[in-house]
T-cell receptor, first 108, second 114 residues
Framework: EDQVTQSPEALRLQEGESSSLNCSYT??????LFWYRQDPGKGPEFLFT???AGEEKEKERLKATLTKKESFLHITAPKPEDSATYLC?????????FGTGTSLTVIP | NAGVTQTPKFRVLKTGQSMTLLCAQD?????MYWYRQDPGMGLRLIHY???????AKGEVPDGYNVSRLKKQNFLLGLESAAPSQTSVYFC?????????????FGSGTRLTVV
């Protein structure tokens, strides 16, 4: 069964304190791994798509990487505006399977 | 661009009442989806559509019906609401099944069934 697991559930960082979020997946025939950001009271917003092991994508302070079994979202020198829930998802059949997310809080 | 618009944003229903959630997109997307999001369970697919006039069941379809009479609209109906349907509902759309740009989501409808 296709599955996506994210860790940790919650993460509190001081402003400027770098860290990583994990997304592990089990899916037969990966058709991409997707990262989203979700702010409170809003829908998820697309960030990155990764397709093959070793691939990396960057956007401002965020860098996503992919291995054969997991993906990492690295946050370098985060700012309070990076506070949000980060979701990863993999396609399976005609839908996406979403993880439960990591809630990131960056303290000034 | 408006993107994906959901109405209403909030609703309180009594058990047994019915309602329809409306999703409209202006991006000419073929695929549209209804998800529900519950604490600790993530986003779960209710129903989806791969084009005008088509619908299919997702992971948690019981108690819901959908219709896609026009390409830009995807309606989610609750015929007889139950407290277990208290959730945040998100509509999403995409050009095709594995679009590299992922889904575009609406801002959600918070539904409480009492």
């Amino acid at each position: 069964e296709d599955q996506v697991t994210q860790s940790p559930e919650a993460l509190r960082l001081q402003e400027g304190e770098s860290s990583s979020l994990n997304c592990s997946y089990t899916v037969s025939g990966l058709r991409g791994l997707f990262w989203y950001r979700q702010d409170p009271g809003k829908g998820p917003e697309f960030l990155f798509t990764l397709y093959s092991a070793g691939e990396e994508k960057e956007k401002e302070r965020l860098k996503a990487t992919l291995t054969k079994k997991e993906s990492f979202l690295h946050i370098t020198a985060p700012k309070p505006e990076d506070s949000a829930t980060y979701l990863c998802a993999v396609p399976g059949g005609n839908q996406f399977y979403f993880g439960t997310g990591t809630s990131l809080t960056v303290i000034p | 661009n408006a993107g994906v618009t959901q109405t209403p944003k909030f609703r309180v229903l009594k058990t047994g009442q019915s309602m329809t959630l409306l999703c409209a997109q202006d991006m000419n997307h073929e695929y549209m989806y209804w998800y529900r999001q519950d604490p600790g369970m993530g986003l779960r697919l209710i129903h989806y559509s791969v084009g005008e006039g088509t619908t299919a069941k997702g992971e948690v379809p019981d108690g819901y019906n959908v219709s896609r009479l026009k390409k830009q609209n995807f309606l989610l109906g609750l015929e007889s609401a139950a407290p277990s349907q208290t959730s945040v509902y998100f509509c999403a759309s995409s050009y095709y099944r594995d679009s590299p740009h992922g889904y575009t989501f609406g801002s959600g409808t918070r539904l409480t069934v009492v």
